[in-house]
Nanobody
Framework: QVQLVESGGGLVQAGGSLRLSCAAS????????MGWFRQAPGKEREFVAA????????NYLDSVKGRFTISRDNAENTVYLQMSSLKSEDTAVYYC?????????????WGQGTQVTVSS
């Protein structure tokens, strides 16, 4: 069982930065691939970024490449999403997720989300 708690969201002006954190409970954190997703009002949830237990980044959503960086600290059971050059279209609820290697994200664990609002 893994419990995930996101933090770090808020209101920021376009061009600004935020760092999201996702704290995970459970001693098997390092076994999980971690990911960030987001859901804007009226839109489906979309993948943003993911990172393997080893620290290898799997992929980024094309629209955030070069602006967002995912990282993890297995000793602290935390995954981060550093977001820079934020745009109004980045406004969404951001969710953290954990899944075992080879499994689907729908089979993993999810946090409750943190709101990010970018004002233009």
């Amino acid at each position: 069982q893994v419990q995930l708690v996101e933090s770090g969201g808020g209101l920021v002006q376009a061009g600004g930065s935020l760092r999201l954190s996702c704290a995970a409970s459970g001693r098997t954190f390092r076994s999980y691939t971690m990911g960030w997703f987001r859901q804007a009002p009226g839109k489906e949830r979309e993948f943003v970024a993911a990172i393997r237990w080893s620290g290898g980044v799997i992929n980024y959503l094309d629209s955030v490449k070069g602006r967002f960086t995912i990282s993890r600290d297995n000793a602290e059971n935390t995954v981060y999403l550093q977001m820079s050059s934020l745009k109004s279209e980045d406004t969404a609820v951001y969710y953290c997720a954990a899944v075992l290697e080879g499994r689907r994200w729908s089979e993993g664990y999810w946090g409750q989300g943190t709101q990010v609002t970018v004002s233009s």
